[in-house]
Nanobody, 123 residues
Framework: QVQLVESGGGLVQAGGSLRLSCAAS????????MGWFRQAPGKQRELVAT???????NYQDSVKGRFTISRDNAKNTVYLQMNSLKPEDTAVYYC?????????????????WGQGTQVTVSS
């Protein structure tokens, strides 16, 4: 079992920044793909950014240049630095973990999820 705990969400004005953290514990060996997804009310969970243990990065087009995903393998923690936030970034943000072989763009292929952290951007 792997436990994921997100933190760092909150309320911020448009143009502001937040840094989300996802701390992994338990049997993390083999969980080489980490991803941040988000889900707004009435919408499906969507990819924000992913990172592999080898450092391969992917971003949703709408967050490129504003968000940065990174990981500290020694701390088993993944981060999402979010700058220039917009009201449309408002959602619950979830951290997911999966094995190397998954399609990292598909949330249903991730094995473990955190409880989510709310991000609200006011205009």
């Amino acid at each position: 079992q792997v436990q994921l705990v997100e933190s760092g969400g909150g309320l911020v004005q448009a143009g502001g920044s937040l840094r989300l953290s996802c701390a992994a514990s338990g049997r993390t060996f083999g969980m080489s793909v980490m991803g941040w997804f988000r889900q707004a009310p009435g919408k499906q969970r969507e990819l924000v950014a992913t990172i592999t243990s080898g450092g391969l990065l992917n971003y949703q087009d709408s967050v490129k240049g504003r968000f940065t995903i990174s990981r500290d393998n020694a701390k088993n923690t993944v981060y999402l630095q979010m700058n220039s936030l917009k009201p449309e970034d408002t959602a619950v943000y979830y951290c997911g973990a999966g094995r190397f072989s998954i399609n990292r763009f598909r949330p249903d292929e991730y094995e473990y999820w955190g409880q989510g952290t709310q991000v609200t951007v006011s205009s």
